[in-house]
């Protein structure tokens, strides 16, 4: 089943990624479905979308678990700030988690991963504009834990980042490539449904758009 703004993000996905050289395949658009309701994810569901992401555990236990009995090949991230008391749902329930950012959470996911028996790729989550207010290790600090969850036997499958609000994403999408480059990480995640465009353009693996897919948040999705 078509859905115009599934297909509009594709089709510039497709744009950003042939402008850079690089597969559209390559490109995860992750569905930032947080505050929305299962009437408003299933359109994207039946239109074969099926990557999509949520901010916290408990809202995402409400919605997810039916939807991944009727769709088994959902594949859910963690892209929001995760505490450590959550861990054990978080692995139960996601199949990818953006947010270690502290050595207590790495902690607690290595002890959740064992208990359960399963292994949760991990982004590493960075606070790239040295912002107090927001989650993520400190730029210096991105070897240490890497190391520490490595040696945890985490799975780090690349960073994450949020740049500032209201200013010029690009340099800070620049810099996170190169601490991925510099730290030997593949996958990028960045970008969002105002700047995924000049995300992908500077490597980004993972993108998440939520408002260009299912409409703001104040009005019901169309």
């Given at each position: 089943?078509?859905?115009?703004?599934?297909?509009?993000?594709?089709?510039?996905?497709?744009?950003?990624?042939?402008?850079?050289?690089?597969?559209?395949?390559?490109?995860?658009l992750?569905?930032?479905?947080?505050?929305?309701?299962?009437?408003?994810?299933?359109?994207?569901?039946?239109?074969?979308?099926?990557?999509?992401?949520?901010?916290?555990?408990?809202?995402?236990?409400?919605?997810?678990?039916?939807?991944?009995?009727?769709?088994?090949?959902?594949?859910?991230?963690?892209?929001?700030?995760?505490?450590?008391?959550?861990?054990?749902?978080?692995?139960a329930?996601?199949?990818?988690?953006?947010?270690?950012?502290?050595?207590?959470?790495?902690?607690?996911?290595?002890?959740?991963?064992?208990?359960?028996?399963r292994?949760?790729p991990?982004?590493?989550?960075?606070?790239?504009?040295?912002?107090?207010?927001?989650?993520?290790?400190?730029?210096?600090a991105?070897?240490?834990?890497?190391?520490q969850?490595?040696?945890?036997g985490?799975?780090?499958?690349?960073?994450?980042?949020?740049?500032p609000?209201?200013?010029?994403?690009?340099?800070?999408?620049?810099?996170?490539?190169?601490?991925?480059?510099?730290?030997?990480?593949?996958?990028?995640?960045?970008?969002?449904?105002?700047?995924?465009?000049?995300?992908?353009?500077?490597?980004?693996?993972?993108?998440?758009?939520?408002?260009?897919?299912?409409?703001?948040?104040?009005?019901?999705?169309?």
């Open positions: 089943m078509a859905n115009p703004p599934l297909e509009d993000i594709r089709s510039k996905i497709e744009k950003a990624a042939r402008i850079a050289d690089r597969k559209p395949s390559d490109i995860a992750i569905a930032v479905s947080k505050t929305r309701s299962i009437d408003e994810i299933r359109p994207l569901l039946e239109a074969g979308h099926r990557v999509f992401g949520e901010n916290r555990v408990q809202e995402a236990m409400e919605k997810w678990p039916v939807l991944k009995a009727e769709y088994p090949d959902i594949q859910l991230h963690m892209i929001g700030q995760l505490q450590s008391n959550k861990a054990g749902e978080a692995v329930l996601f199949d990818y988690i953006h947010s270690l950012d502290r050595l207590s959470l790495v902690k607690a996911l290595a002890k959740e991963m064992g208990r359960q028996d292994q949760i991990c982004f590493l989550q960075v606070n790239i504009g040295e912002e107090s207010q927001k989650g993520g290790c400190d730029i210096k991105v070897p240490e834990m890497l190391a969850a490595r040696t945890a985490i799975t780090v499958a690349g960073l994450m980042a949020v740049p609000d209201n200013v010029n994403p690009v340099p800070y999408f620049a810099l996170l490539a190169k601490l991925a480059r510099d730290n030997g990480l593949d996958e990028l995640s960045m970008g969002m449904s105002g700047d995924f465009d000049k995300a992908i353009k500077l490597g980004a693996t993972h993108i998440r758009v939520g408002t260009a897919l299912f409409g703001p948040r104040d009005t019901p999705a169309a």
